[in-house]
């Protein structure tokens, strides 16, 4: 074979081997595109179903709830609301009636309490008192029942007057100076726990301005009252 039959066997060649080298390079592709398919055709799915396989898995996210109610802010209530599921805040457990009653009830004993000291003949300061508790404690017992005041079975009144009428019981068993002597200290013990009730159940239950206004005259006079036995108390033996 001579020189130019050579050159062009190998000119001949060179177009062969680069349609092998693109051919094997198309096929790379093909295999590449085929695994990275991965998203199942609807025969697909249908048949993994079929096959008891479930279908290959997406990259979709759940959709997130925006309407979902979100809880009270405490911080943010109208004041004096409360919080679901909690208890309200106690209020006051007495009421304006009540406590009009429960001061009637008060007046109605310290009078009892006097007819029986100047039944049993008292005499000097103590008389002079028993006096002065019938006087104070009508008037107020008039200006209570003009406010409104009116008898009331409630605990709270029934558990006063029941206390005054043991009391009384109490009292009634003494005589001479023994007697003088219970009555006064009686009148203290009786006038402290007056005022500490007016403080702590008929001021606080007044919603009336008048019969607030009235239950702190009455206090003041209560407050008199107990000054007035303690230095009685004091002189007798």
Request: charged content about 25%.
């Amino acid at each position: 074979m001579n020189t130019k039959t050579d050159t062009a066997m190998k000119f001949a060649r060179i177009p062969f081997a680069a349609a092998v080298v693109l051919l094997l390079g198309l096929a790379a592709c093909d295999r590449r595109d085929v695994e990275d398919d991965t998203t199942a055709t609807p025969a697909e799915a249908t048949a993994s179903r079929e096959a008891g396989t479930p279908p290959p898995a997406t990259d979709v996210e759940a959709p997130t709830a925006t309407n979902a109610p979100e809880p009270p802010d405490a911080s943010e209530m109208p004041a004096g609301s409360t919080a679901p599921g909690t208890a309200p805040a106690g209020a006051t457990t007495t009421s304006q009636a009540d406590a009009l009653a429960m001061l009637m009830t008060v007046n109605e004993h310290e009078i009892a309490a006097a007819d029986q000291a100047l039944g049993k003949n008292v005499t000097g300061a103590v008389r002079d008192f028993a006096q002065m508790m019938k006087t104070d404690h009508s008037k107020n017992l008039a200006d209570t029942t003009k406010l409104g005041g009116a008898a009331s079975t409630s605990p709270g009144v029934k558990a006063l007057k029941d206390k005054g009428d043991a009391d009384l019981r109490m009292l009634d068993a003494q005589t001479g100076k023994a007697y003088e002597k219970a009555y006064i200290d009686a009148m203290v013990k009786g006038h402290t726990d007056a005022l500490a009730m007016i403080d702590n159940t008929l001021l606080p239950a007044a919603t009336d301005t008048n019969i607030r206004q009235h239950f702190t005259t009455t206090r003041a006079a209560v407050a008199r009252h107990l000054e007035k036995a303690k230095e009685i108390q004091g002189t007798l033996k």
